[in-house]
């Protein structure tokens, strides 16, 4: 299995060079880990050279969507590996995967478990909101989403189809035209992705969950996703389905305490995302379009 590692990148001189050396430390070392330096005005290219990347760099800022869509293109291996600039792979990530991947030949992409890299109320409420789905531990099985903060998808079920460029729910739109194409998107939970998120803070955490509530609305427009209804009914989001989605996540992954402590500050950030949601709604009916075609494209031939 040749593996091209590709590691989207802004302002991210202080972190991307751990993100680079956790996939070049691979059991089974990658063909190639390319960093798009995505119009960066720190010392992100050159941290990310130090650390043994090569480097692509956008003329304009592309978001993570468009710098992913440049690593793409660039990759000549056979597996597409994505991996977020302040995400930590463990070193069997690219064994597991390539395990899942000649296990079932349906199977087009493989992630896995996400972990705080940010001990602490700020870090925790980060993984818990955004990333409940992915914290179980009970077994391998199949999912509707993997994020690409890490996954690994093969490039024949990728073909023509590329990320929209966004920061906003382009990882769903991007897994949703793949399956689209025939298979499915795999879940193991023994490969363990260290997340050490940066904007930690109660306004950070408040602008995020906000645009969270955004990216909601517009997967939930374009795609079957759980909750869909919530478009058309938005006042059912007051009755705070996700935050009961994720209190019963937590329970089962063990953390009944950690979920009493963290509750307000749950509540918080629910309320963030509905309003993020309520305000993607209005601007959507308003204007009638997102900013891109409404999932993510498929290059000409």
């Not at 991947?101 to 925790?124: F, H, M, Q, T, Y």
């Not at 992915?134 to 989403?145: A, E, T």
């Amino acid at each position: 299995m040749r593996v091209s590692v590709i590691i989207p990148c802004r302002n991210g001189e202080r972190i991307v060079a751990e993100a680079v050396r956790s996939a070049l430390a691979q059991s089974e070392p990658p063909l190639e880990v390319f960093v798009v330096d995505d119009a960066s005005t720190d010392g992100t290219s050159a941290a990310a050279r130090a650390a043994g990347a090569r480097v692509l760099r956008t003329e304009q800022h592309r978001k993570a969507g468009g710098a992913r869509n440049m690593g793409i293109d660039a990759a000549s291996g056979d597996v597409l590996a994505f991996l977020d600039a302040d995400v930590s792979a463990p070193a069997d990530w690219l064994a597991r995967s390539r395990a899942a991947l000649e296990s079932d030949a349906a199977i087009v992409a493989v992630g896995g478990r996400v972990a705080s890299g940010r001990p602490g109320r700020w870090g925790d409420l980060d993984l818990y909101l955004n990333h409940s789905e992915w914290i179980d531990r009970s077994g391998p099985s199949q999912k509707g989403l993997i994020p690409t903060l890490g996954v690994a998808y093969r490039r024949d079920a990728v073909g023509s189809v590329r990320f929209v460029e966004t920061n906003l729910g382009e990882d769903a739109s991007f897994g949703a035209a793949v399956l689209s194409r025939g298979g499915k998107l795999w879940y193991d939970p023994g490969i363990l992705m260290t997340h050490r998120h940066e904007r930690l803070g109660w306004k950070s955490f408040w602008r995020r969950q906000v645009d969270c509530g955004r990216t909601i609305y517009r997967t939930r427009v374009l795609h079957d996703r759980p909750g869909r209804i919530l478009v058309r009914f938005p006042v059912l989001l007051f009755l705070f389905p996700h935050l009961w989605i994720v209190l019963a996540r937590m329970a089962r992954a063990g953390l009944p305490g950690k979920a009493v402590a963290l509750f307000p500050w749950l509540v918080a950030g629910e309320l963030a995302r509905i309003r993020g949601f309520l305000t993607a709604r209005r601007e959507h009916r308003k204007a009638g379009v997102f900013e891109r075609p409404p999932a993510a494209r498929e290059v000409e031939a």
